[in-house]
């Protein structure tokens, strides 16, 4: 058995403004593992240290010690476990385990398409603030009938204005999704999710239920197109550089299903009133403020996600087991070891969104392959956040594992 390994370095075709900082290149490495009868198996490492992984140079130094001349852990190998990698790598452990997993199938299959088989419609990222009032009919037009918006980038009286007049001109077949990336303070929270309450046009929070007991309801809108790589049928390119301010921080969505109203409108059952429709508002306050979260979401109709609270799956099962009971947002590539989280979502039933971290079509791949078993064992699987196509300034997103393992230009066999 060989392991080789490929950093990679991919510049954003403009910064990202995050929480952190600005992100202006996406760094990790790509795993090739080849077994005695040359068949090959491909992984990704792709820590974000500031989410809570491991930093890059952690995960190659334990990568190399794996093959060093006093190391046999390859010698005779027919499995890898969970405890073969240490609990403080998660990243690393995903990675590992994908290109076990992939080689694998490798012996026995061809290798898995670049994008899972069900129809992926693409849920898109709206610019930040007022850009969004005249950005959302271009993207109607290309078939997009759910949206993300990131808030908390201005004064919240003046987001709350916004935020009315875009449900007002948003069609009633449309979804919106709220971000706050934990960047509103407790009253903020408050004023907003009360103004998310009317617009989907709810009573006081039922006592007896909780957010993930209420019904779903499909979406009367038309299919979209499978998801294919920058430019490519379904997707669709950042939104221009002139109209974008802090929303290009993080991630578009992809629909994994066509958008599903949580709430109950004036127009009947499923329907907003005429209005477009609130699905959620993701991590409204920091980390750290865990139990004002669990209040918020007691007190208020509108589904909360955890999202930078539960970045790994330590984060998840001590979530769990504090009491949360709303949505989650899971990024598989820095969460860890794959079949612990299959055990998580089997053994819980939690509603997950499934999540990108800007990762290539390798980790992609492995990490989209989870959120289709997952979507397959739910009855209501919700939007999935994979529409990171074309944020990129190359073509990686149109390769297969082995043509991109090829275009970097550098190797090192461990």
């Given amino acids: 058995m060989r392991l080789e390994i490929r950093p990679y370095q991919r510049p954003f075709r ?69 405890a073969d990698i240490p609990q403080n790598l998660p990243a690393t452990q995903f990675g590992l385990a994908s290109a076990w997993a992939n080689l694998q199938f490798s012996r026995t299959s061809p290798p898995p398409p670049l994008s899972p088989s069900p129809c992926l419609p693409l849920c898109t990222l709206l610019p930040t603030g007022k850009a969004a009032l005249t950005a959302w009919p271009h993207l109607w037009e290309q078939g997009f009938r759910t949206f993300k918006w990131k808030i908390g980038v201005a004064d919240m009286a003046q987001e709350c204005r916004w935020l009315e007049d875009l449900i007002t001109q948003l069609p009633p077949q449309a979804c919106l999704r709220l971000d706050a990336n934990g960047g509103l303070t407790l009253p903020e929270a408050t004023q907003l999710l009360e103004l998310c309450d009317q617009v989907n046009q ?8 909780s957010p993930l007991e209420r019904d779903f309801e499909e979406d009367s809108g038309p299919p979209l197109l499978p998801g294919r790589g ?21 991630f578009e969505k992809i629909d994994f299903r066509p958008p599903s109203p949580l709430g109950r409108g004036a127009g009947g059952e499923g329907q907003p009133g005429g209005e477009g429709q609130i699905e959620c508002l993701e991590q409204p306050l ?30 998840l099962e001590e ?85 991109l393992w090829d275009r970097l230009s550098q190797s090192s066999p461990l």
């Fill in 286 to 315: 920091p980390p750290d403020q865990f139990l004002q979260m669990q209040h918020l979401a007691q007190q208020f109709h509108t589904p909360l996600a955890l999202d930078e609270s539960v970045a790994t799956l330590a984060q």
């Fill in 14 to 82: 403009k910064p990202l403004q995050t929480a952190h900082g600005l992100w202006s290149l996406r760094e990790g490495v790509l795993l090739r593992l080849t077994d005695d009868t040359g068949h090959i198996g491909y992984g990704e490492i792709a820590p974000i240290p500031w989410f809570g992984t491991e930093t890059l140079a952690q995960a190659l130094t334990f990568c190399q010690s794996l093959d060093s001349p006093k190391s046999d852990f390859w010698r005779n190998r027919t499995t890898l476990t969970e």
């Fill in 230 to 250: 920058a430019g490519g049928e379904g997707s669709v390119d950042p939104p221009h550089p002139k109209s974008l301010s802090r929303g290009e921080r993080d």
């Fill in 202 to 209: 709810v009573g006081p929070h039922p006592k007896s239920l």
């Fill in 319 to 403: 979530h769990h087991q504090r009491g949360w009971t709303g949505l989650w947002v899971v990024k598989p590539v820095i969460a860890g070891w794959p079949d612990r989280l299959r055990h998580f979502w089997r053994q819980h039933s939690p509603s997950i969104i499934f999540s990108s971290v800007f990762e290539t079509p390798i980790g992609r791949q492995a990490a989209l392959t989870l959120a289709q078993e997952y979507a397959q064992e739910v009855p209501h699987p919700l939007a999935l956040g994979f529409g990171t196509l074309g944020w990129f300034a190359d073509d990686w997103d149109s390769l297969a594992p082995d043509q």
